[in-house]
Structures are given as structure tokens and as C-alpha cells.
């Protein structure tokens, strides 16, 4: 026969076990020892992420080179002079068409272009792609004419984007007039869509706006220009900012218009 001392180390052993196991089914302590299948799964999947930002890629993008006045540029030269990624079917060379743009096929990182026109260096440029969503000028070099390289988009190789694009405006971007304009005057690269009829006044609000505010009116359509009457313009010297919106379409391919603002200031000679 046992001793009591025996069946009390025994009773103790099992409760010991007992405690053991009801601590490890204890949901908070098994969410520590097993971590929770998903959690594992979002952690591998973040890390998978992680890894795609750091490993060199290639993607086809568009920019866009205006002039100082906002007017674009067409017939540049743009050469690749360093990329901080080298793989395969980059390419070396583009040339902004009639809207200004160029299309090119480059890797993520950093990359530096030399700008020339007829033979003649006019700029150099340096962008960087982190990832489609992001990409930015970072330097911009002997940039006398005072150039502005922008309006980046990434997109499928194998279906370049169309634009409808503003080509110039009067009055220009960046300009300082003492007469106040009677009109604005905007030139695209193909026929904007007329106002719909009896809605040309919504049509300006929602499309065409003015900072600090004027009074537009009587939007006509010539050719691939739009004219907007303005008046309004303030008796002190003021900057002047026209914001062109999406909603302004091109007849003949029906595309949007890529939004683009406008700066000027009218002297104080502008007001009544």
C-alpha cells in the first residue's frame, strides 16, 4: 500500500501537468507561443513587400518640358547619361513630341539626362523613380532658360497613353503685365469639347478657375483654342493663378484634359 506521502507527490505531479496544459490552451498564451496563422502570413507578405521596394525594376514612363512662359517644348533630345540601375531593355535616348512629352523605358532609381536641341546642350536633369506613383525631379542643372520637367505618369509598354494636353497660354505662365487682358487665351494640342449650350457659365466654374477671382465669360472655341473673356482685375499690384480642370475634353479623342495651372501678376496699371 501506498503512503499518503506517496499519493500527495502523485496528486501534486498531476495537477503540475493539468495547470501545464490549460495554461498552453489559454487563448493569450497560445496567441504568444503560436502566433496567429494570419498575423504570420501578413508579417511574410510585408516583408515580401519590402523586398520588392529594394530590388531594381523596369517601367515605362512619360514627363513633360515646358519653357518658362508654361509653352511646351517639342524636338528635345533627351540622353541618358548615368542611371544608378542598369538592366536590360532600358532605353538610351527619347525626344519630346508637339505636346512636349517624351516616353521612355527606364529602370527604378536614380537617372541623369543631358537635354540638348539641334546639337546644342541647353540642360541636364536628374529623376527619381521609387515606384510608378513616385517620381520626382531631384536636380536640374545649367537651366539658363529656366525649363520645367513634370507631369510624370508610369504606364502599360505595350499601351502608350494619349494626352490632351494645353500647349501655350496668353497671358503666359510666369509673366508681369501692366495692362489687364480683355481674354484669356488657351492653345491645346487638338479642338477642346464646346461648352454644352445655355451652360456655359457652369461649365467656366467648374472648369476654369481664377485666384483671387474674376469676372470670365463668353467661352468660344477657334481651331484647337479656347477664349474665356475676363475683366474684374484689381486696382493693386496682384499674382493671379488660373487653374485649367479635367473637365475641359478633346473632341476628337475624347480624353481629359491633364489639369495645369497658370501664374501672372498684373500691376497695379491692370485695375479700372
Not at 496682384?238 to 485649367?244: D, E, W
Amino acid at each position: 500500500m501506498n503512503s499518503p506521502l506517496h499519493r500527495f507527490k502523485y496528486l501534486f505531479l498531476l495537477i503540475s501537468l493539468i495547470n501545464q496544459a490549460n495554461c498552453y490552451y489559454n487563448p493569450f498564451v497560445q496567441s504568444i507561443l503560436v502566433p496567429d496563422p494570419k498575423e504570420d502570413q501578413s508579417l511574410f507578405q510585408g516583408l515580401s513587400l519590402l523586398g520588392l521596394t529594394t530590388t531594381p525594376y523596369a517601367l515605362s514612363l512619360t514627363g513633360q518640358i515646358r519653357d518658362q512662359t508654361g509653352t511646351t517644348i517639342s524636338d528635345l533630345l533627351l540622353t541618358v547619361e548615368s542611371r544608378s540601375n542598369e538592366l536590360d531593355g532600358l532605353d538610351a535616348t527619347a525626344t519630346t513630341n508637339t505636346s512636349g512629352r517624351f516616353f521612355i523605358r527606364l529602370a527604378t532609381g536614380t537617372t541623369t539626362f543631358a537635354v540638348s536641341q539641334n546639337d546644342s546642350l541647353l540642360f541636364k536633369f536628374s529623376i527619381s523613380v521609387t515606384s510608378p506613383g513616385e517620381i520626382r525631379v531631384t536636380e536640374i542643372k545649367d537651366n539658363s532658360s529656366g525649363a520645367e520637367v513634370s507631369s510624370f505618369f508610369a504606364y502599360d509598354p505595350g499601351n502608350q497613353p494619349s494626352f490632351f494636353e494645353l500647349i501655350s497660354s496668353d497671358p503666359p505662365n510666369n509673366v508681369t503685365t501692366g495692362e489687364a487682358p480683355f481674354a484669356f487665351y488657351f492653345y491645346f494640342s487638338e479642338e477642346p469639347q464646346p461648352p454644352p449650350g445655355g451652360q456655359e457659365a457652369i461649365w467656366l466654374s467648374e472648369n476654369i478657375r481664377v485666384s483671387p477671382s474674376l469676372s470670365l465669360g463668353n467661352p468660344a472655341i477657334e481651331g484647337e483654342s479656347l477664349i474665356v473673356l475676363a475683366n474684374g482685375f484689381a486696382s493693386q499690384t496682384t499674382v493671379y493663378t488660373i487653374t485649367l480642370g479635367s473637365g475641359i475634353i478633346g473632341s476628337t479623342t475624347g480624353i481629359p484634359l491633364t489639369p495645369r495651372t497658370i501664374n501672372f501678376t498684373c500691376l497695379a496699371t491692370c485695375g479700372p
